[in-house]
């Protein structure tokens, strides 16, 4: 199992189990040292993960830090750990006063679901007040797996972490800005660009009318890009598909003096998109493919006979489509349009989820 695959079954463990972790300890023994565990580190390992790290400080004495993770010897990874349903709080406590004055270059702060890492890109040796990297466990992005992939064991390296911090800590508060922006834009986001749509004096009211006409631009164009972007992954697709069809077409003809064999039509096309753009959501559109036969025209998953998704039958009369259960058991339904399909939307990504489930 690698990386990836170790942090997600690891999220999907804490969404689980979380209501039954009443402590501060059972966070740390359910999901902490497991996730340290994940980074390559020993946690059985006095010496490479130390439990309780004593932290005397000035006239303070005594003061633990929940973990250390020791490098050559030294700290330099500290932990702090809170009960999952806590909020996180970097300001005012020991694992503050205690970076500061060791040779320790990142903090995290965790509650075994919402992770925040820190280090001392204002001020050396001063921990920064906002983190460079942020996320919760269960919902990970892959972008952010692969920068935890950097502070595993194998691949840690101060210097290469420090290179991308600072592009990460600044670009995740510009995102936020942004989003904050085109939620409710500021008087300043609105004047930038009423100063160059309206020729006049921009008065308070000419200021107020215009954060209605920015917000509406801005999500219009917004989903005017996502639109783009849509209609292009589908023509890529159908222009995929087409060069499919030709290829069997051309088998079908070379072998056409010995079988004529079926002859897939542009209505199971068609029906072959909309069953793809149905279920492309829940996985890679790619593994979704097709095969003709005389009665029937077979949907499947991973050009595989045994994982048929559905079969359309288009050659008689009435059209239908047959769906499969996860006992292989087929139920047809009649169909007057080919958009009919959509009303069984659920019924064909329940039997490509139970062969995923196989799978796994």
Known sequence: ?????????????????????????????????????????????????????????????????????????????????????????????????????????????????????????????????????????????DQQIEELKKFHKSYFDVANILSSASEMKYTNELKIMIANELKSPSEGFVRFFA?????????????????????????????DMITDRLKSALNQEKETAAQQADKEAAKSIEVETVDKGPETTAEEIEAYFIVKSILRQNIDSNRIGYRDALSYFTILLDDNNRKAICRIYFNTSKKYIGILDSSKKETKNEIVELDDIYKYSEQLIATVESYLALKS
């Open 1 to 141: 199992m690698d990386f990836k695959d170790q942090i997600r079954q690891a999220g999907e463990r804490v969404a689980k189990l979380k209501d039954q972790i009443l402590t501060e300890e059972a966070t740390k023994n359910a999901f902490i040292m497991p996730f340290i565990q994940i980074l390559g580190y020993d946690v059985f390992n006095p010496t490479e993960v130390v439990p309780e790290f004593i932290s005397d400080i000035g006239t303070k004495k005594g003061e633990k830090i929940d973990y250390a993770i020791h490098r050559d010897g030294h700290p330099m990874i500290l932990i702090e750990c809170k009960h999952w349903a806590q909020k996180l709080e970097i300001h005012n406590n020991q694992i503050v006063r205690y970076f500061n004055v060791s040779k320790a270059k990142f903090a995290i702060i965790t509650n075994g679901i919402r992770y925040k890492f820190y280090t001392d890109l204002v001020e050396p040796n001063r921990l920064d007040e906002k983190p460079f990297l942020e996320f919760d466990l269960p919902e990970m992005k």
């Open 195 to 223: 100063s160059q749509a309206y020729i006049g004096r921009l008065t308070d009211k000419v200021v107020f009318q215009f954060a209605d006409f920015v917000r509406k631009s801005v999500h219009q164009v917004i989903s």
